[in-house]
């Protein structure tokens, strides 16, 4: 009995200091600070996790040019030159460096409500797409995946510093891997942004409240122009696997948009062999329902856009709004089609009455067929909105 | 004073017994009547209630179908593969383990020219497991080269064949309802088995010929389903269905369809289905083809667990829209499961070598099954692998051995105690 107490007290002194450091890190602390100044004892997490077109960006993370606070501040250069042919680009800030959820790095941090961080751009005006908490490898097969994602909107930066805040109450935070994150584009940024950011923690505030989930106005945006911050959802879902074969997608035709600087040009033709393809506004990017992060729409009574064919007469099989069935699902969907396009722009309507659009992930989508188009379609897509 | 002692009594006595017999006759009235009311019931029958609520009664009893469909093609065997000629009688053992699972219903896509096999499958299901029979019919959609919906002598074959089945089937205790077609009406796009009309071809705009093709072929399917009413009223009769699709268009025309048979494929949940239909085609449901395979494309391996996950949480939303439960939409019946056993032969149907072969290609994809969507080409859904019970090469009684899965007994439990069951939190798979 005796020897089985001190196999006990030994495990529990073996265990204790790190349990016991594990909590005060977690819970004693109302901040969990991610970066205060270069080499900050307090700094938590590596911006390690260069995404997209890695090459556009730069970084210098002691930055003294005009930093918020203390010495120092993150200076990000992003070129939008596509030199990895994506488009878009970003950085996550990860523990150990470069653990995209294979290795255990994650913290603990029930307990904080909410992120704050500094930001500002160097002429204001940049869009950064969003910025973020967690989603390391949560629909990836890792074996230590981040217990939530929580998300921003696009903002767009302003030229003096200014705080914002992405609201974590409620949220899982028992295991983040991924403790910031950034994304932006060349469609939102085509001349590049240089921005900076400082002093980015997390806070135990009680009186932050889970965010609820609101209505949103009408008009409601999935394409004005290229770039619009008005935009909402991505055209990130291309169907079936082989979709990226058989579509070119253009979001910056300048050429004759129905209104404002640019419309959607979109090809298909048949190469892979699989004889549809189309595409879905998804939102975020690539969510088949995996993220719970519907849009409620409830207030639409239709979605209205504009469309053309190349030469007329081209066939779209459907256009449709919802329809997304995963682990989180779109509460309804409808659709028109086939549609057979004229040479000119004509406005289409696909009625919402009596249709649930609480929760919508998959804004629009469209898609057609070889059968219909055995020589290949082009068509022209432009201001796409709930009203 | 005694006879008059006597007389009053006597006509008390009198009074007292036109009373007695008033009171058993208001009694008896109502019970009569009732029993009138009952007797001219027919056999099999819904009930709607307000609120376009529904409630299938069999027998004068509220029925809730608990079904499977059924086709148990044996090892090396394919399409043309007829249970009801099957001498092993495979639906004897198969009877024992649905009835011991809590399954009170099979669905037959198309029953055989083997009159005295099918009546004998029929008989046997009911007599020995108390297992119903719903009767489909595809309604000479995979006729060659293609099914002529607009075509009036089409129109009177497949009509022979159908009323002709409902005369040698409609007093079969076991028979439950008819169904009408199947996916049918993804035959409007002119993109599965296209038929085509002189009307049709006139139009020009695809969207109207869409809408023509759907009248066409639901006018016609509601004739079908009055003209079965003719002879047998005993039993309703279901249009199938792929999706809700066009039944906007079957509500213009199908006043004589009584419920709705859909196929459904929505991951783990039904979404919008109940209200939608409510809205679009009001009519009671029944989910005569849903279900989950059993096979991750993305990890390459049979996952049982995920097939239970989604099978559960199917059977709960099931559950949910039956009436009697308020927080649904009270107009679903039950639903079959996709299916009872693997079918060995679906993926490449036209290779004999493969149908001995449990092969793991999928040969659809559907994001809603998305644990294993990232298969390669997101090839996910495995045609062989949507039984819940699997097929061993042994023989058993002269047939594969039967081996249930997971979800089989998960199911087993939710279907004898469902509503214990909605309040368990289900676990994800890995």
Sequence with gaps: MKTKIAIFIAALMFFAPFSFAEEAAMTENDTFVVYLDKGARENHYIPSGHMGDYGDIKMNDQSLDNPHSGSSCIQFVYSAKASQGNSWAGVYWLFPANNWGAKKGGFDLTGMTKLTFWARGQKGGEVIQKFGVGGVGIDKDVPYPDSTVVESQPIELTDAWKQYTINLAGEDLSYINGGFFWTTSADLNPEGATFYLDDIQFEADPEIKPEEKKSQAMPFYVYSD????SNHFIPSGWMPATGSRDIKYNQSHKENPYLGDTCIQLSYYDNSGT???GIYWQHPANNWGIQDAGFDLSAAKKLTFWARGDKGAERIEEFKVGGIMGESSDSDSTSIGPVMLNKEWTQYTIDLAGKDMSYIIGGFAWATNVDVNPEGVTFYLDEIKYE | MKSGHTKHKKHKKTHSSKKINLIAFLIILPIAIAAIIIQSRPRVYIKKYKDSRYQLFVRNRPYIIKGVCYNPVPIGGNHEYDVFSDPEKPWI?????????????????????N?????EVIRDLYRLYGIRSILGDWLCFWEYPCPRYGDEDFQEQVRQRVLSRVNLYKDEEGVLFWVLGNENNYSFSGQVNPWTSTEIEEES??????????????????????EIKEIDPEHPVALGNGELLWLDVANEVCPDIDLVACIIYRGKSFGNLFQSLKRNFDRPLVLTEFGADSYNAYKKEEDQDMQTYFLELQWQQIQKNLYGNKEGEGNCLGGTIFEWTDEWWKHNEYLQDTWSIHDTDAGWSNGSYYFDIRAKNNMNMNEEWFGIVGLSEELEDGINKRIPRKSYYALSEFLKNPKKKLKTKLQKPK
Excluded: C, H
């Design chain 1, 275 to 277: 004889r549809w393809a």
């Design chain 2, 93 to 113: 053992s198969d009877g024992k383990l649905m009835k011991e699972m809590g399954i009170n219903t099979v669905r037959f896509y198309q029953v055989s020219d």
């Design chain 2, 205 to 226: 705009e695809p969207a109207k010929q869409i809408y023509l093709r759907a009248k066409t072929y639901y006018s016609f399917v509601n004739q079908l389903a009055r």
């Design chain 2, 115 to 119: 009159t005295e096999g099918v009546k």
């Design chain 1, 226 to 229: 290229r770039g619009a911050i």
